[in-house]
């Protein structure tokens, strides 16, 4: 896979030059929350601050679609995503697509 440091937001990898551009790549997920997390989160919310059962689930299904963008990237032969980002919509009430998607590349380190 796609190694995590050969990933980035910018448009370019110090130290690399693209070799070859794959074109985009994506990973989605549509998650849902369960009724149990609903009410638990709900009681977080009497008490303020931080709703640790939706942050996990947020950052759960963020790791999901980013392993997914690195696996369609990995399928196309790329070595490196720039311009990575993330996106979310909710399609119906408690029903939220995650977006991560980017420009799959191929890689190759500068002589120094």
């Known amino acids: 896979m796609v190694p995590h440091e050969f990933v980035t937001t910018a ?12 074109g985009v790549v ?12 609903t009410i ?3 009681l ?21 679609a980013f392993d997914l963008m690195l696996q369609h990237a990995e399928a ?8 990575m980002r993330y996106d979310a919509t909710e399609i119906m009430q408690g029903v939220t697509e995650v977006l991560s998607y980017g420009t799959a590349v191929e890689v190759e380190r500068l002589p120094k």
């Open 26 to 37: 994506r990973g989605i997920v549509v998650r849902s929350r369960s009724i149990v997390g």
């Open 40 to 42: 638990g989160a709900s």
């Open 11 to 22: 448009l370019e990898l110090p130290g690399y030059r693209v070799k070859r551009n794959f």
């Open 76 to 83: 196309l032969g790329a070595n490196a995503v720039i311009g």
């Open 44 to 64: 977080q919310t009497m008490v303020g601050g931080n709703i640790s059962l939706f942050s996990k689930l947020c950052e759960q299904t963020r790791n999901d």
